[in-house]
């Protein structure tokens, strides 16, 4: 495991999509052609990678799809 950013010195409640505008606003650096993998809880941009609400994403269906 490497850490490649810390974003320290909020409240537990702050809203994911807060924290991450005010990090982008500071210090953020997310370049050019780099994308980041984020939960439903993070705003839709050009830097973010989130899944689609109501999709089921598991392992087991990437397997049996090779099989057919």
């Not at 997310?30 to 989130?50: E, K, N, V, W």
């Amino acid at each position: 495991m490497v850490f490649y950013y810390v974003f320290s010195g909020w409240d537990g409640s702050t809203a994911d999509a807060t924290m991450f505008q005010d990090a982008r606003i500071t210090d953020l650096p997310i370049p050019p052609g780099r994308y980041y993998l984020a939960d439903a809880g993070f705003p839709t941009c050009s830097a973010l990678l989130i899944p689609i609400r109501g999709t089921r994403y598991h392992l087991q269906e990437w397997g049996r799809a090779n099989l057919r």
